[in-house]
């Protein structure tokens, strides 16, 4: 397994998820026997800020649910996680992960508009927030899609560039 690095057709946006974090997002998604799970994406751009850099992936807060087709990520403990985040490194919130157990890693109508919303609201201080969405079985045949949601524009798809 390597890292993953999906970029947009016009180059101005990209995400870079190294071989670690993607390793972290799949234990997380078998440890969620067959139910949805997701979290955080924190990291930083590169210096010309056209590609999002994932340092961390965080699993569900405490206050999280989920079911076979939903999750619900909660917030419990997430503050105080992207507060040490940004004093050990600079580094903070990027966007959002979620796994759709058994499925295609396609966008719904909710997570266009759950994401769409931490865009455009002023207190995310998020203009251009991350989506990426793992389906499939992360033991055996899983894929992942990526999408920004840039402030008051409709979202991106990113596609898989393996040259990197």
Same mark, same amino acid.
């Given at each position: 397994?390597?890292s @993953?690095? =999906?970029?947009?057709l016009?180059?101005l946006f990209?995400?870079?998820?190294?071989e /670690?974090?993607?390793?972290?997002?799949?234990?997380?998604?078998?440890?969620?026997?067959?139910?949805?799970t997701? #979290?955080l994406?924190?990291? !930083?751009?590169?210096d010309?800020?056209?590609?999002?850099?994932v340092?961390?992936i965080?699993?569900p807060?405490?206050?999280?649910?989920?079911?076979?087709?939903?999750?619900?990520?909660?917030? #419990?403990? @997430?503050?105080?996680?992207?507060n040490?985040?940004?004093r050990?490194r600079? !580094?903070? =919130? @990027? #966007?959002?992960?979620?796994f !759709?157990p058994?499925? /295609?890693?396609?966008?719904?109508?909710?997570?266009?508009?759950?994401? /769409?919303?931490t865009?455009?609201?002023?207190?995310?201080?998020?203009?251009?927030?991350?989506?990426?969405?793992?389906?499939? =079985?992360p033991k055996?045949?899983?894929?992942?899609n990526? =999408?920004?949601?840039?402030?008051?524009?409709?979202?991106?798809?990113?596609?898989?560039d393996? #040259?990197?």
């Amino acid at each position: 397994m390597s890292s @993953l690095y =999906y970029k947009s057709l016009n180059d101005l946006f990209a995400i870079k998820v190294n071989e /670690s974090e993607l390793n972290t997002i799949l234990r997380i998604c078998i440890d969620a026997q067959g139910n949805e799970t997701g #979290g955080l994406l924190i990291g !930083h751009y590169n210096d010309t800020h056209n590609c999002a850099i994932v340092t961390e992936i965080t699993g569900p807060s405490t206050d999280s649910t989920a079911g076979k087709t939903w999750f619900y990520r909660g917030v #419990g403990g @997430l503050q105080k996680l992207l507060n040490t985040a940004w004093r050990r490194r600079h !580094h903070y =919130y @990027l #966007g959002e992960w979620h796994f !759709h157990p058994g499925a /295609s890693p396609v966008l719904s109508g909710k997570d266009v508009a759950a994401m /769409s919303n931490t865009a455009n609201a002023p207190k995310y201080n998020c203009p251009e927030p991350i989506l990426l969405i793992v389906g499939g =079985y992360p033991k055996q045949k899983w894929s992942a899609n990526g =999408y920004v949601f840039p402030r008051k524009q409709k979202y991106v798809s990113l596609e898989l560039d393996n #040259g990197e």
